[in-house]
């Protein structure tokens, strides 16, 4: 029987009951391939010339070789308050090992109701699909750790929101599904077994290094720690808002996952909010690095109790491993932030200079992504920067004090500061075109995205006050 490259494997059945339930993905009535991503297929071992014209595999209606479905049960913290969750919507198939041995999900979202659903239909609307396609693969390619998009069919149902939309089913690769949000579950719901079963697991799949360790939870737990700080330093720095940053949808992985209300920021303020639902702005763009920390501390006292068996002491280790989140988060983010201005040594006046270039573009409303890009070209042309004339003269002389040329440190910029960047409005315009049948806008987008470091005249321009109010829903 042709495999089709198939691999699959399904530790995670090895887990104790409690964190998942056998589910099959319900039928769809007329799969239609809408994108496929090649590349991907390739890297993963797969038979992409097979599978690109195989719509029923990705709509879940014939399951791959090796694949046993299940829905991952998980809780969160939404918005501060827990809640019982798991795959309300999505079906994990198994586990691809790839010809270089690497282990990914391979998970249908949109595939139909499970245990998990609570009210809602288990369904996904094509367009917010293939948003999280568009975007997550512009964050990959943007160097940010992320989940993959694998393929987007349309199942030939329908999905009903507040219009009648055509029903969807996106393939997600990960290095895996396991959330903040499954260590909040286990915690709440499981035994203290089940909680080291859960921790044990994924310290084999993330972190083997640690299996011996003797205080391996603890180790487990600043690894996290450090690849949050880590990946939220990378999404401030890239203008990135997360939008709903429940426990629920922070990877223990440190990938991003879960693009539901999110988006990129045009003109740079610290305040900027996209999501509908988020009216308080817990999750805007300023207070991402805090909510981090937060989800962190919840995460520490789901595994307080494998810590230490006295409940204080294991507060105590808890809490210092948090205070350790700070900072990797300042050293990543002066580092980036460095890198943007093409600065390779460093001075104590570097946090004001950067600061200060942020205010400007605060007040004068300037593009985040283009001005940092502009800047990156300060040896061919110098940079206009609205009401930054001062700016740019101690710029300037600051990077005449470091042992590099001026070219040297452009690159540094250019490598540094996209020019491609999933903006609104040219999302907006090649998922409008996907709308209408026609999927050859968003292919020239996400060419361009794949190459986030090469001038592009059209997707660098901002037209005219689009960024404003622009606003994102989540479960679509
Ligand atoms: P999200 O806001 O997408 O992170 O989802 C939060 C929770 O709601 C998760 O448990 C999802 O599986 C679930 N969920 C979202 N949309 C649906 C839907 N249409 N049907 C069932 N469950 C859903
Ligand atoms: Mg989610």
């Known amino acids: 029987m042709a495999t089709n490259g198939w691999n699959l494997q399904n530790t995670y059945l090895g887990l104790p009951e409690i964190f998942y339930c056998n589910q099959k993905p319900s039928l769809a009535p007329a799969p239609k391939m809408v994108i496929f991503n ?12 097979f599978l690109e014209s195989s719509p029923e595999i990705f709509a879940g209606n014939v399951l791959p070789v090796g694949a046993c479905p ?10 501060g308050h827990f809640a019982m969750l798991g795959d309300g919507r999505a079906v994990l198939l198994g586990e691809q090992i790839t010809p270089k041995g690497q282990r990914f999900d391979i998970q249908l979202k949109g595939s139909g109701s499970t245990p998990y659903s609570r009210r809602g239909d288990g369904l996904a609307s ?9 975007i997550s693969e512009a964050m990959y390619a943007l160097g940010i750790p992320t989940t993959r998009s694998l393929a987007v069919v349309l199942t030939g149902g329908k999905v009903v929101r507040e219009t009648v939309l055509p029903g969807a089913v996106l393939t997600r690769v990960a290095t895996s599904h396991i959330r903040i949000g499954t260590f909040n579950f286990a915690a709440a719901y499981g035994s203290k077994e089940d909680l080291a079963a859960l921790a044990n697991y994924t310290i084999w799949r993330h972190f083997p290094w640690l299996e011996d360790a003797k205080d391996k939870y603890l180790l487990f737990f600043r690894e996290v720690v450090k690849l949050k700080a880590e990946l939220i330093a990378k999404w401030q720095l890239i203008g990135f808002v997360h939008g709903v940053m429940n426990t629920d949808n922070g990877a223990i992985s440190g990938e991003t996952i879960d693009y539901g209300p999110c988006a990129f920021m045009d003109v740079y303020d610290q305040n900027t909010v996209f999501s509908s639902i988020d009216t308080g702005g817990r999750y805007a763009y300023k207070n991402q690095p805090s909510i981090g920390a937060w989800n962190l501390a919840r995460l520490a006292e789901s595994l307080c109790p494998l810590f230490h068996h006295n409940q204080e002491e294991s507060i105590i280790m808890a809490q210092k491993e948090i205070e350790g989140y700070w900072g990797v988060y300042k050293k990543n983010w002066m580092q980036g932030m460095r890198a943007k201005l093409g600065l390779i040594n460093q001075e104590e006046s570097d946090e004001s200079l ?14 985040y992504t283009n001005t940092f890009r502009v800047l990156s070209f300060v040896n061919s042309d110098k940079p206009s920067l609205p009401g930054g004339g001062c700016w740019l003269e101690r710029w300037i ?3 005449g004090k470091q042992p590099i040329n001026v070219n040297k440190a452009c ?3 250019q490598a540094n500061n996209p ?9 907006e315009e090649a998922l409008y075109a996907a709308s209408e049948g026609d999927v050859t806008v968003m292919e ?17 321009y901002v037209p005219e006050g689009c960024g404003c109010g622009y606003r994102t829903f989540c479960g679509t």
């Open 38 to 49: 090649q590349i991907l297929a390739g890297e993963l071992g797969l038979d992409g010339g």
């Open 411 to 413: 690159e540094i910029m």
């Open 354 to 367: 950067i600061l200060e270039l942020l205010d400007l573009m605060k007040s004068h409303k300037l593009d």
């Open 419 to 427: 020019a491609v960047i999933p903006r609104n409005y040219w999302v």
């Open 126 to 134: 094509l367009l917010p699909m293939l948003r999280e396609y568009i």
């Open 444 to 460: 020239d987008l996400l060419r361009a995205l794949s190459n986030p470091f090469k001038d592009s005249e059209k997707y660098a």
């Open 70 to 79: 299940i829905s991952q049960a998980y809780a969160g913290y939404q918005f």
């Open 397 to 399: 002389a600051r990077l």
